[in-house]
């Protein structure tokens, strides 16, 4: 008897999982460690529903899945089936250490003209660079409401720096809350301060406004 409930309650684990996790869950599941647990579940069932209650009702309590790296993979495919609305004016707003250091505004002529150059960038896929273009050629310039650079594209970091040292974009420090030209932005290169691998943009007050790693080629063999 005390077998069966841990089979039932494996096999109802299971069912929900069918329910539950979609595709892109399933594809970051760690498939041995969900042996692992479904196997514990039939040998000690009351330890798991003690120290899981929520799985009896949903298999996410239970399910050793990577959800960082689902949610990236869920956002990226939407993405790609309907990009979001563009308006004139696109924002990106860095981060460090989840708090914010700036608002850059751009236009998506200033995206496109910069992104479209026919050069060799390691750090932006091409997927994501097309998507990028095609996502500022639908912009509706009627619309003057900022419109925030969807989070998935994580190599639009890279793009926004080239455009702000090509003196391209408008800066608002939030550390001066202050709004600066491109132009007024500057590089701190001296590798001795820190780390020799940052990049970055500093206001005229001396705030860091953008801080990226360095990118590098992939080594040919």
């Not at 095609?134 to 594209?153: C, E, H, M, Y």
Request: hydrophobic share 40%.
């Amino acid at each position: 008897m005390y077998l069966a409930i841990g089979v039932i309650f494996a096999v109802w684990l299971i069912v929900m999982a069918g329910y539950q996790l979609d595709r892109f869950d399933r594809q970051n599941l760690n498939k041995g460690a969900a042996a692992g647990i479904l196997l514990l579940c039939i040998l000690a069932w009351p330890i798991a529903m003690i120290h899981r209650p929520k799985a009896l009702v949903s298999v996410r309590a239970l399910a050793p899945i990577d959800y960082r790296s689902a949610a990236f993979m869920r956002e990226r495919y939407r993405l790609s089936q309907a990009l979001p609305h563009c308006s004139s004016r696109v924002c990106f707003s860095p981060t460090k250490e989840g708090v914010k250091m700036a608002s850059h505004l751009f236009s998506p002529a200033e995206i496109e003209s910069t992104a479209a150059k026919p050069i060799k960038r390691y750090w932006l896929s091409q997927d994501e660079e097309t998507q990028i273009i095609r996502w500022v050629r639908s912009s509706d310039l009627n619309d003057a409401t900022p419109v925030d650079v969807p989070w998935i594209w994580t190599g639009f970091i890279h793009l926004a720096d080239e455009m702000l040292r090509q003196g391209l974009g408008k800066t608002h420090c939030v550390q001066c809350d202050k709004a600066y030209s491109a132009t007024e932005l500057r590089s701190d290169n001296d590798s001795s301060a820190g780390d020799s691998n940052q990049k970055r943009l500093l206001c005229p007050a001396g705030h860091t406004v953008l801080e990226l790693q360095r990118k590098q080629p992939p080594a040919l063999n």
